[in-house]
């Protein structure tokens, strides 16, 4: 691994790179806060995408393009005379600092859970920070992560059943109040109590410490796997999908289901 002052020297070497192109490229100069937002939340999402593949290659370039924007946005700054990378990493570490007594003053911390709670309640002294313990939860976040978080910054407050079980009681209640809206065929209740019953499975999920996002990206991914392959055995049946009985189409996911297992 490198030094710490190779680190300091690529870091330098970045921030002589993101000065040029903003001066030389047409396409670079022309940026804005506005205009890289999408495409900063492309380049999260490919990171993910690399970290779930556990392609350690891939995830070193997806971090630098994440980096980059993080350096596009601080230039930006800079040239607006707000603020510019110094001031971004500042304020991070003062935040670090005061976020982590236990770590740089006296308090003491020792389990992962007693730094959560403690974070939260740090976060509604401190100045320009949270007035309420949800607000810190992006408005713009995926409604699975969303929920996930909510359900998890309600915990650090101290809002949480007490045995982790109870909580299945609480997802048959909202299974069988969606089921009743079905019957009664109400399209805006049906949909929601279908909120209600997948916040209650999320909050399930975490109580026993499973992350619902990549819980369901795994099945997701294992059905594009099984799906794909009847897609292939069909095309090596000279058949296509659509003229397929469901009975042929099931027997052929059971069959790429039983390869999995092997494998």
Known sequence: MHSKEQKMEAFGRLLDIMDELRVKCPWDAKQTNE??????????????????????????????DVLLHVFFYSKIGEEKGTYD????????????IFRHPHVFGDEAANTAGE????????????????????????????????????????????FDWKQKEDVWEKVAEELAELKNEI?????DKIEAEFGDMLFSLINTARLYKVNPDNALERTNQKFIRRFNFIEQQAKKLDK??????????DALWDEAKKMEKKS
């Open 35 to 64: 205009s890289l937002r999408t495409n900063t939340i492309e380049e999260v999402y490919e990171l993910c995408e690399a970290i779930i593949k556990k392609d350690d290659n891939e995830i070193k370039k997806e971090i630098g």
């Open 85 to 96: 990378i110094a001031d971004v990493c500042n304020v991070l570490c003062d935040k670090l």
């Open 115 to 158: 730094v959560e709670k403690s974070w939260e309640q740090l976060k509604l002294k401190e100045k320009g920070g949270n007035k309420t313990i949800l607000e810190g939860v992006p408005a713009s976040l995926p409604s699975i992560a969303k929920a996930h978080r909510i359900q998890d910054k309600a915990r650090n407050a101290g």
């Open 183 to 187: 019957s009664n065929m109400d399209e």
């Open 240 to 249: 296509r999908l659509k003229d397929m009985t469901l009975a042929e189409m």
